[in-house]
Nanobody, 122 residues
Framework: VQLQASGGGLVQAGGSLKLSCAASGSTFSSYAIGWFRQAPGKEREFVAAISWRSGSTYYADSVKGRFTISRDNAKNTVYLQMNSLKPEDTAVYYC????????????????WGQGTQVTVSS
């Protein structure tokens, strides 16, 4: 499966962005999808995950209540709606697909998109 992340950009603190992750080559139906982010000089960290089959979701504490992960079966796309953005949310955001539902570890995901830059100015 190939993943294509998009929707990043520059936004002021308090603003919103919506990221998209489109799959090709296969469908998401048998995978769990996760969003991760990596800031300069830091390790890649878990942001949110969704079970494609059940729609169950899980969030990192740092984004809970501000970010929402969702899926569109017809478009084979997963979204990350990001509201109330903070400067500390600045990072390259990656989507990933794996076989472990709602996994939070990088190693649990087998397929990765290329990343999209999100920059939040103060």
């Amino acid at each position: 499966v190939q993943l294509q992340a998009s929707g990043g950009g520059l936004v002021q603190a308090g603003g919103s962005l919506k990221l998209s992750c489109a799959a090709s080559g296969s469908t998401f139906s048998s995978y769990a999808i996760g969003w991760f982010r990596q800031a300069p000089g830091k390790e890649r960290e878990f942001v949110a995950a969704i079970s494609w089959r059940s729609g169950s979701t899980y969030y990192a504490d740092s984004v809970k209540g501000r970010f929402t992960i969702s899926r569109d079966n017809a478009k084979n796309t997963v979204y990350l709606q990001m509201n109330s953005l903070k400067p500390e949310d600045t990072a390259v955001y990656y989507c990933a697909a794996g076989n472990y539902a709602l996994a939070t570890r990088v190693a649990s995901y087998s397929y990765w998109g290329q990343g999209t830059q999100v920059t939040v100015s103060s």
